[in-house]
């Protein structure tokens, strides 16, 4: 993040704040529900998985983009990336300031290193607002 001492930050100017195509859909599960979410590569199918995990908990078309939250996260493999990246949105909805996003948007995917730089597009979860 650029300044150690906020979570959340206005957005940067020169943002594309366009909302992506909805490349996702919940499939029944016995014990909750599956996140099935796909993209043009990699990157993409990662962004749309998290949305489609908010897209879940809310109504989604209610959020506004009115801060940026940037996020890092590292993985053993794929699969734990991923857990990892999902987890760090999961916690900032969870805990102070409680964010959600509107888009995310990977900046840097490191394959081989298993890393992720994101940055999500959206405001502070509230029970009037967003149900």
Wanted: net charge negative; proline share 5%; hydrophobic share 45%.
């Amino acid at each position: 993040m650029a300044d150690d001492d906020c979570t959340t930050c206005p957005i940067p100017e020169g943002s594309d704040l366009a909302v992506p195509a909805v490349k996702y859909e919940y499939l029944d599960h016995t014990a909750d529900v599956q996140l099935h979410a796909w993209g043009d590569n990699l990157a993409e199918a990662f962004e749309n998985v998290a949305m489609a995990m908010f897209g879940y908990m809310t109504e989604i078309e209610t959020v506004e983009m009115a801060l940026a939250m940037e996020m890092e996260c590292q993985g053993e493999d794929m699969e734990g990336l991923l857990f990892h990246f999902l987890d760090e949105f999961l916690f900032a909805f969870s805990a102070e300031p409680f964010f959600i996003p509107r888009k995310i948007v990977i900046t840097e995917f490191d394959r081989q290193n298993l890393r992720i730089k994101c940055r999500g597009f959206g405001e502070q979860f509230t029970l009037g607002k967003h149900p």
